[in-house]
């Protein structure tokens, strides 16, 4: 089994930074694909990031050359630096962790198959 667990979340001023963690256990980490996904009201949740086993990065478009993606596998650790922070990035910021045999695109949530319980960003 995995687990997974957020970090880093809590209140930063428009422009500025934040650093999310993501605590992972299981001693097949390094093979899944790992994500960090966002939901805020009336948005839904959608896939901000991930980063495969070969250290592949994937973004949304809206935040490419904003936040960078970064796993530390002999840490069993998931990181989103998120900088020039905006009002529009506020949200809960979720963790996931998808298997090597799961297909479709990286940001298709309902092919994770595990979750963290979100860290809370808000940027005023």
């Known amino acids: 089994d995995v687990q997974l667990v957020e970090s880093g979340g809590g209140s930063a001023q428009a422009g500025g930074s934040l650093r999310l963690s993501c605590a992972a256990s299981?001693?097949?980490?390094?093979?899944?694909?790992m994500g960090w996904f966002r939901e805020a009201p009336g948005k839904g949740r959608e896939g901000v990031a991930a980063?495969?086993?070969?250290?592949?990065?994937f973004y949304l478009e809206s935040v490419e050359g904003q936040f960078t993606i970064s796993r530390d596998n002999a840490e069993n650790s998931l990181y989103l630096q998120m900088d020039s922070l905006k009002t529009e990035d506020s949200g809960m910021y979720y963790c996931?962790?998808?298997?090597?045999?799961?297909?479709?695109?990286?940001?298709?949530?309902?092919?994770?198959?595990?979750w963290g319980q979100g860290t809370q960003v808000t940027v005023s």
């Open positions: 996931a962790a998808r298997r090597p045999a799961n297909g479709g695109p990286w940001s298709l949530w309902t092919r994770y198959d595990y």
């Open positions: 299981g001693y097949t980490y390094s093979s899944y694909c």
């Open positions: 980063i495969d086993r070969y250290g592949n990065t």
